[in-house]
């Protein structure tokens, strides 16, 4: 299960040991996604990349490897891995879920949960926790 927040704003049943955050990118205007598996450790690892707009992983994201295009049945147009020199593994995962930003937490088998209107512009952040549930 994935938590937001110690407080508890949401809560998601994770079924695999995978999830991505889709978000608008604020500098190109379009949808772009980041996947992450859960490590055997209860990190998050980003495992992939996801645009609309190949401009976002070639430019943004400045990807060394070469994106292909998606399967048909995914969400977005374009995915590379990242950077294998630099691994991204968190123990923790703070988002700024922001109205401009829209980031949305998609896990199989649950609707999108759009984390952007679980907050207020005060605090726009969110904690991701992994949560085991009997």
């Known amino acids: 299960m994935i938590s ?3 407080g508890e704003l949401a809560s998601v049943p994770l079924t695999g040991s ?9 500098l190109y205007g379009t949808r772009a996604e980041e996947r992450y598996t859960l ?5 998050f690892v ?3 990349i996801a645009a609309d ?4 992983l070639e430019e943004y994201y400045a990807v060394p490897g070469v994106p292909s295009a998606a399967a048909e049945s995914d969400r ?3 995915v590379v891995e990242p950077d294998p020199a630099r691994p991204a593994v968190f123990e923790e995962l703070s988002i700024a879920a922001t109205d401009l930003g829209q980031r949305t937490l998609h ?4 609707p999108p949960l759009e984390l952007w209107s679980l907050v207020d512009d005060n605090n726009p952040f969110v904690e991701l ?3 085991e549930t009997p």
């Open 4 to 6: 937001i927040d110690d």
């Open 18 to 26: 995978g999830f991505s955050v889709s978000y608008r990118n604020s």
């Open 39 to 43: 490590g055997p450790d209860g990190t």
């Open 46 to 48: 980003l495992d992939q």
């Open 53 to 56: 707009q190949l401009a976002v």
């Open 76 to 78: 977005r147009e374009w």
């Open 107 to 110: 896990v199989d088998g649950a």
């Open 129 to 131: 926790h992994l949560k």
